[in-house]
């Protein structure tokens, strides 16, 4: 007997579940292409130099302890993330119009700033997002109790960004709404808009009076250089927008596990930074008390001593060129084996996904025939590609849309 015999069981997560098949099917030729998350050639996961580095000094440090952090997680983490983000020469950052705290990796950082939004936004509580979007978006802000509608992004016909309808969405939102941009490497697309296209967004934004949330997971890791991932986050701020940012450490740093991130809410006016701040602590506070200290710890470290940034820099690059490379392999590959169709979108989509246009049929054949695990969606993750295994993978590609 127990009181919660009537409890619903929760549908499997889409993601994780293909990784239980994936572990449960015994072909050596077994491919999971559906986790979002980096692999080196061999398919094993990947610890940086600097993070190991970081993480020795964190160990050696006599200074280091357990204590708790306050609410707002290590300052200088907050400070150093936000310069990260924004940029050295950022206005905003030097008039002191952020409030910026440590969260628990770039979910926690869309929770606490939804939180606060449900109850401190006077505008109206819809958040936007795009079609498609990351699917725990739509849950975490509906959590908060907040509306969630979608606008147009991807079009399928050209497998680019549906510019037009984008903004025709964007400016028939209520006035004042929340719009939520990813601002890199838009997951699961791998599509996201051109220099151009972000100021027309940003000027359909500002004729809406709409509030902007940012969840930057990918900065650095899509183009391999961090200002220009950082362009489209810039841009709004420095047109003197008010807007949060959520910012997620796990894939650039390689932090997954560790859950390090930062929110920053930027504002007009510095005495509301303040208060905004207070707030953000006091949510946070109610949800988990503070953060934890181990992996902010790291990567305060290499943001703020030169050479190991350096050396982080340059490790970020090595994994986005090694993306960049196995999205040519594939390619390659699909050109060799003869598979129909035009696959130059494989190409051209930006960061650690592709989105290959294979239809929920095809994936199960994928899967189902050749071992190889993906969503359903038609999303492979580059990151879990390697050189030896492209051939492969285009062969049971063209099989599947044969
Ligand atoms: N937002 C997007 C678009 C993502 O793709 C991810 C991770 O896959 C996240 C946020 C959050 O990741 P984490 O909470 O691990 O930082």
Known sequence: A????????????????????????NSPQKMNLGVGAYRDEEGKPVVLGAVREAERRVLEDPTE?????????????????????????????REGRNATIQGLSGTGCLRVGGEFLSRFYPGPKIVLIPTPSWANHRAIFERCGMQVQQYRYYKADTRGLDFEGMIEDIKAAPEGAILLLHACAHNPTGVD???????????????????VFFDSAYQGFASGDLDRDGYS??????????????????????????????????????????????????????????????????????????????????????????????RQQLYQALQEVGAPGDWGHILRQIGMFSYTGLTKAQVENMTNKWHVYMTFDGRISMAGLSSSKCGYLAQAMKDSVE
């Not at 127990?2 to 099917?25: H, M, N, T, W």
């Open 2 to 25: 127990s009181r919660f015999l009537e409890v619903p069981q929760a549908p499997p997560d889409a993601i994780l579940g293909i990784s239980e098949a994936f572990k449960a099917d």
């Open 65 to 93: 302890n357990k204590e708790y952090l306050g609410m707002g997680g290590i300052p200088e983490f907050c400070r150093l993330s936000a310069r990260m983000a924004f940029g050295e020469g950022s206005a905003a950052l």
């Open 193 to 211: 808009p051109t220099p151009e296209q972000w100021q027309g967004i940003l000027d359909a934004a500002l004729a809406k009076k709409l509030l």
């Open 233 to 326: 986050i810039r841009l709004f701020c420095d047109a003197g927008l008010e807007l949060l940012l959520a910012q997620s450490f796990a894939k650039n740093m390689g932090l997954y596990g560790e859950r390090v991130g930062a929110l920053t809410v930027i504002v007009g006016d510095s005495a509301a930074a303040k208060k905004v701040e207070s707030q953000l602590k006091i949510t946070a506070r109610q949800m988990y008390s503070n953060p934890p200290r181990h992996g902010a710890s790291i990567a305060t470290r290499i943001l703020a001593d030169p050479q190991l940034y350096a050396q982080w820099k340059v490790e970020l690059k090595g994994m986005a060129d090694r993306i960049l490379t196995m």
